[in-house]
């Protein structure tokens, strides 16, 4: 296996063990232990790991010239998770929630439109498919009963035919 993909399985394996396995386990000893507030730093994590991985193309195409991105990224990532840095309620608090926060209501207002268009869009798509399906069904019964009748005309010739 040449050198160069052996360091991108071992980046991305890497990768995955900073910013999900690792995160993932944690978060889940965090739900089970009881009265812990855990949860709140784990949730700041995963919301920052979030936004990070859709803005990632974009970033991923300022920052990629730059020497050792890789290493300087998956830094990062471990920092979010890190129990004694706790990257993760910083970017949280200082970045995303103020940003967040400014414009609630309008994410709200586009989440619940959005919502209220797409249930209607399914509601039409639901009955355009109901009537579709009830045609096909009609199609389908006068199909086979014309299958029925001709083998029906077709055994009552072959028993005209037939010697007595």
Request: charged share 20%; glycine share 6%; proline share 4%.
């Amino acid at each position: 296996m040449p050198i160069a993909a052996t360091m991108s399985l071992g980046y991305s394996l890497l990768y995955a063990s900073f910013a999900y396995l690792l995160p993932g386990y944690q978060t889940f000893k965090a739900i089970e232990k009881k009265g812990s507030d855990d949860v709140r730093e784990w949730a700041c994590y995963w919301t920052v790991l979030a936004t990070f991985y859709c803005l990632q193309p974009s970033i991923d195409l300022v920052l990629a010239w730059l020497p050792f991105y890789s290493v300087f990224k998956l830094g990062f990532l471990l920092g979010l998770w890190y129990p004694s840095t706790k990257w993760g309620q910083v970017v949280y608090a200082k970045a995303f929630r103020p940003l967040v926060a400014s414009y609630e209501a309008d994410i709200d207002k586009l989440y619940m439109d959005s919502r209220t268009k797409l249930s209607d869009m399914m509601g039409q798509q639901a009955s355009t498919l109901r009537v579709q399906a009830g045609n096909l069904s009609g199609r389908a019964t006068m199909m086979l009963k014309d299958i029925q009748q001709k083998t029906m005309n077709r055994a009552n010739k072959s028993a005209a035919r037939a010697p007595a």
